[in-house]
């Protein structure tokens, strides 16, 4: 039981991880309170569908609940700013989720297992955060070295207008700032 449990939690896993941190396209103020809106009564219509149910069942079905209007806020904050940031709390938030679900889903068990259930959703949990991490930490890299790489080809450029003189430099120069974004 607990092997197809880590079975599912590394399947989910790698789900949630296939996000790419690339900037999305953003969204229209319209659009964006409109999906508010609707995140807001799947919610309330799956935590309605949960009342039926009774015991960790329903538990789990809240949480669940909880955890889909989570990443779907994640992940509409993401589709509107587009900003890597957002892209990540995408990625946190879906790790929470899946924890508070796999964590509940272990109240049903006792003793050692319940215990050991507890320690692989843990375990889950710290990966998909840990992985997290490092996509933002990468996805600053890259701006980072982006940012060097222009840096450098501005020297280039403007080391290219030293060679000339008079109004030809002065619209070299001017030509490489505004290409490379300085004032």
Do not use: W
Request: proline share 1%; charged share 30%; aromatic share 4%.
């Amino acid at each position: 039981m607990n092997n197809h449990f880590s079975l599912k939690a590394s399947i989910v896993l790698a789900a949630m991880l296939a996000l790419p941190f690339a900037n999305a396209a953003t969204m229209a103020k319209s659009d964006y309170k409109a999906s508010k809106s609707r995140i807001s009564a799947d919610y309330k219509a799956d935590k309605a569908a949960c009342a039926a149910l009774s015991g960790n069942t329903k538990d789990i079905c809240v949480q669940e609940a909880k955890g889909k209007e989570s990443v779907a806020k994640a992940e509409l904050e993401f589709a509107y700013t587009g900003k890597s940031a957002d892209s990540n709390k995408v990625l946190v938030a879906k790790a929470k989720s899946v924890y508070a679900v796999a964590k509940e889903r272990c109240d049903d068990k006792a003793g050692n297992a319940k215990d050991v259930c507890v320690k692989e959703a843990k375990a889950v949990e710290t990966k998909a955060l840990a992985d997290a991490k490092m996509g933002k930490q990468i996805v600053e890299a890259k701006k980072d070295a982006a940012q060097e790489k222009r840096d450098a080809d501005y020297k280039v450029a403007i080391e290219k207008c030293d060679a000339l003189s008079g109004d030809a430099k002065s619209s070299c120069v001017a030509n490489a700032k505004s290409t490379f974004g300085k004032s």
